[in-house]
Structures are given as C-alpha cells and as structure tokens.
C-alpha cells in the first residue's frame, strides 16, 4: 500500500478514492482560467471526485521561441491564487527555476516539476525544501526504475509529501509509448503514481508538438486497471484555438462520459 500525500483535504495514495489533476495546459487569461475553473469544480462536484486544479504561469520549454509562454509568474500566481480562493479547490503548478519554487509555494499547493527538468538537482532540491507535496514527471528518457534517485533528491530535502507521474517514453524522435509496468515500478517506492493521460499522446517534431487525443480514454482506463492513484489531464472548452498543446488536451465537453467510466473502473479495481 503506498504512502498517503494530503493535499488540502484531499488523500492521494493509501487506497483512498481516484484523485483528478486537471485544468488548461497554459493560464491564457484570468477569465479563461477562472470559467475552466468553474466548469471542473461543478463537474467534481456532480460525480463525486476529488480535484485539483492545475495550470502553467510559464511555459518554459516549448519548442519554436515564437510560441506563447503564459503571463509569467508574478501575473500567474494572482491567477491561481484568485482560483483558488473563489472555487476553495487546491491549485498545482510547475515551475522551471529554483529561485521561483518559494514564491509559488506561497501560493498553491502542489509543486510539480516538468519531465525535461527531473534530473535538475537544485530545481528539485528547492522544491523540496519549500515543504508543500511535490509532483515530479518521470522524463521520457528515465526508467521508472531510476525515478527512485529522484525520490531520494526530495528526500535528502526533508520531503515525503512525494507524488510520482509517469507521462510515456520516447519512441523514435516524434513518438511516446507508455508501458504500463511503470506504474507498478514507481509505486514500489511507496509513494503515489500519477498518470498523465494527455502529455503521454503527445508527438514532437516541427515547430509545435502534436498529439493523437483519441488514444486518452484508452491510457487512462488501462492506468486506472493498473492500480494508478490519480490521473492527470489538460482539458480546454476550445481545444481548437487553445495557446498550447491544442492536439492533446481534452475538449472539457469529453470529461463527464469518460471521468463517468473512469471512477467506475476505479471501484472494480479496488474491489468495492
């Protein structure tokens, strides 16, 4: 049984109830950010599961220096801060720099560090030392195996509120593969696993990356089937004109039927 990271009032871990990471991929406007809010916390509301609301004031590490980046810190904390005081649901977000994990630890409640930066010693370190629970993504270059240095990283930082996300690994150049045995490796360090249905369709290459959204449902059920403790996805209300990752976000009109099947399977796999 993994370790139990409490978020707010939120248990993930332990075999407490299938845990919901979601939001835009990118803060694109206060307004943008406060009606997805809205939308996410009403739809928990309605089925019953815990959420949390994620979204990104920077995004540090797209491909082509012509792509939008976000407001940037100072601009995107006040966004998420106003989320999470208007809809009183906890807020995570990523953060690429070290001097940025104590300002935004004042602010939200999960840090999470991007898959390109999980072996970024000080980032993690910082994020660490700020005490809030940390998400790291498994890189796509990492094996779940090795994931248990980075665990070591936090701890060494007087962290355990330590959550684990596996997000696919490279194929090829353009291509992702998730192998679903990652779930059961990253869950023998005790600590809980996250899966991120959308980030694992994407397809780089060319000046913005890609994505097969189709394939979504398919990973998260079969994440779910392999005992994961939270799933992740970047959901939009217009993924068409979406600032980023526009191929594999989730169009929010989706999330009611699949989030439906989702915590149904949830329960046949614990046994309830």
Same mark, same amino acid.
């Given at each position: 049984?993994?370790?139990?990271?409490?978020?707010?009032?939120?248990?993930?871990?332990?075999?407490?109830?299938?845990?919901? *990471?979601?939001?835009?991929?990118?803060?694109?406007?206060?307004? %943008?950010?406060?009606?997805?809010?809205?939308?996410? !916390?009403?739809?928990?509301?309605?089925?019953?599961?815990?959420?949390?609301? &994620?979204?990104? $004031?920077?995004?540090?590490?797209?491909?082509?220096?012509?792509?939008?980046?976000?407001?940037?810190?100072? &601009?995107?904390?006040?966004?998420?801060?106003?989320? !999470?005081?208007?809809?009183?649901?906890?807020?995570?977000?990523? *953060? %690429?720099?070290?001097?940025?994990?104590?300002?935004?630890?004042?602010?939200?409640?999960?840090? @999470? *560090?991007?898959?390109?930066?999980?072996? @970024?010693?000080?980032? *993690?370190?910082?994020?660490?030392?700020? /005490?809030?629970?940390?998400?790291?993504?498994?890189? @796509?270059?990492?094996?779940? $195996?090795?994931?248990? $240095?980075?665990?070591?990283?936090?701890?060494?930082?007087?962290?355990?509120?330590?959550?684990?996300?596996?997000?696919?690994?490279?194929?090829?150049?353009?291509?992702?593969?998730?192998?679903?045995?990652?779930?059961?490796?990253?869950? !023998?360090?005790? $600590?809980?696993?996250?899966?991120?249905?959308?980030?694992?369709? @994407?397809?780089?290459?060319?000046?913005?990356? /890609?994505?097969?959204?189709?394939? =979504?449902? =398919?990973?998260?059920?079969?994440?779910?089937?392999?005992?994961?403790?939270?799933?992740?996805?970047?959901? %939009?209300?217009?993924?068409?004109?979406?600032?980023?990752?526009?191929?594999?976000?989730?169009?929010?009109?989706?999330?009611?039927?699949?989030?439906?099947?989702?915590?149904?399977?949830?329960?046949?796999?614990?046994?309830?």
């Amino acid at each position: 049984m993994s370790k139990v990271v409490e978020v707010g009032r939120i248990k993930i871990g332990g075999g407490n109830p299938l845990v919901f *990471i979601m939001g835009p991929c990118m803060i694109e406007s206060r307004d %943008h950010a406060l009606r997805m809010a809205e939308k996410l !916390k009403g739809l928990a509301e309605r089925l019953g599961f815990p959420l949390i609301y &994620k979204s990104s $004031y920077d995004k540090a590490n797209r491909t082509s220096i012509r792509s939008d980046r976000g407001p940037g810190l100072e &601009k995107g904390l006040k966004v998420l801060e106003e989320v !999470k005081r208007e809809f009183e649901v906890p807020v995570l977000t990523d *953060i %690429h720099e070290p001097s940025h994990a104590e300002p935004v630890a004042s602010v939200v409640d999960v840090l @999470q *560090i991007p898959a390109f930066l999980c072996r @970024q010693t000080d980032l *993690i370190l910082a994020a660490g030392r700020t /005490g809030k629970p940390v998400n790291v993504k498994k890189g @796509q270059f990492v094996s779940p $195996y090795d994931v248990r $240095y980075i665990v070591e990283k936090l701890e060494f930082a007087g962290n355990r509120k330590i959550l684990l996300t596996e997000r696919g690994t490279c194929f090829g150049y353009s291509d992702l593969v998730v192998d679903f045995r990652s779930i059961a490796v990253m869950k !023998k360090t005790g $600590y809980p696993v996250v899966f991120d249905a959308t980030h694992s369709v @994407q397809r780089r290459g060319g000046e913005t990356t /890609g994505g097969d959204r189709e394939f =979504v449902p =398919v990973l998260a059920k079969a994440a779910v089937a392999s005992g994961c403790d939270c799933l992740f996805f970047e959901v %939009h209300d217009d993924v068409a004109s979406a600032r980023s990752d526009r191929d594999s976000q989730l169009p929010f009109d989706l999330l009611p039927g699949l989030v439906s099947e989702l915590l149904s399977l949830s329960k046949a796999v614990s046994g309830e």
